[in-house]
């Protein structure tokens, strides 16, 4: 049974760019994600047989929205500076984002209760992240922009494989 999430696939010129700002963090701990997986996670994975309507669901709820821009705003250690587990790039919650999040949400997975941080996950720091984020500050601003046109339906790697899979992308209207 496939794992599954719905996300949006970062263009390969933004994820080079921020694959760029990451690199620096050279420490043996770090996990840097690969530039190929660079997204933002819409809704949560969830083990799936019926693909077919999943996807037809993803292409009635995502047809009802227009193209947009992400506006990615800052780069940070998250979810909390102070025990930071990931270096994220963190997006703008703009109205319409928040909106097709919400919307997909509700169609997929009704009973999600965590808050939306929209966000582009680089590297996941591992046990001694306190003293990785000491040695490598980079909070810093991130006037980066992204236009979005589709949302991607993922297939996660299954244990010990590497790599999302694209299965399906839906376009959103006009």
């Known amino acids: 049974m496939p794992r599954i999430f719905i996300g949006l696939k970062a263009s390969a010129a933004l994820a080079e ?3 760029e700002r990451a690199a620096v963090l050279a420490d043996p701990e770090v996990r840097r994600v ?5 997204h933002l996670t ?33 780069l940070t250690y998250a979810p909390d500076p102070r025990q930071p587990r990931l ?16 919307a997909l949400l509700q169609a997929f997975h009704p009973r999600q209760t965590q808050p939306f941080r929209p966000h582009l996950t680089l590297a996941r720091l591992g046990r001694h992240s306190r ?6 500050p980079l ?3 991130l ?10 339906l993922f297939q996660s790697p299954v244990a010990g494989g590497g790599g999302y899979s694209v299965l399906a992308q839906a376009p959103l209207g006009q």
């Open 34 to 38: 690969a530039v190929a997986d660079i």
């Open 143 to 152: 006037p980066l922009r992204q236009p979005v046109t589709a949302v991607t």
């Open 131 to 136: 003293r990785i984020a000491a040695a490598h």
């Open 87 to 102: 270096l994220w790039a963190e997006c703008l919650a703009s109205a319409t984002l928040t909106a097709l999040h919400d």
């Open 17 to 19: 760019a921020l694959a």
């Open 42 to 74: 819409l809704v949560p994975p969830w083990n799936e047989t019926d693909l077919s309507a999943v996807t037809g669901t993803l292409a009635r709820v995502s047809g009802g929205f227009s193209a947009f821009t992400l506006e990615l705003v800052r």
């Open 139 to 141: 909070e810093q601003v």
